[in-house]
């Protein structure tokens, strides 16, 4: 299973950025998937969860609101729809396949990772 994500990169605070995970070598539209971020020193955290078909979602409390996480299984990508972004919000994002999430455990599959940088 490869997951391969994009759309990182630097933007002021306030604005907004849209992350893509591109999956192969599976069946993508088997699996529940996540968004993960960590932020220096920090721990990985969950962000975003999204069943199999997209009709059940969950936010973290600092990203509710601000925050949308969609898929699309016709093309095995997954997105993540930030606005409204805070320098906190710095972090690497990950992508992650197969987890039970509502239990707080990821998949074993993941992403290399994309950066996210919010200027104060």
């Known amino acids: 299973v490869q997951l391969v994500e994009s759309g990182g990169g630097l933007v002021p605070a306030g604005g907004s950025l849209r992350l893509s995970c591109a999956a192969s070598g599976t069946t993508f539209s088997a699996n529940a998937m996540g968004w993960y971020r960590q932020a220096p020193g920090k721990q990985r955290e969950l962000v975003a969860h999204i069943n199999s078909d997209g009709s059940s979602t969950k936010y973290a409390d600092s990203v509710k609101g601000r925050f949308t996480i969609s898929r699309d299984n016709a093309k095995n990508t997954m997105y993540l729809q930030m606005n409204s972004l805070k320098p906190e919000g710095t972090a690497v994002y990950y992508c992650?396949?197969?987890?039970?999430?509502?239990?707080?455990?990821?998949?074993?599959?993941w992403g290399q990772g994309t950066q996210v940088t919010v200027s104060s």
């Open positions: 992650n396949a197969g987890g039970l999430y509502v239990l707080g455990y990821p998949g074993g599959y």
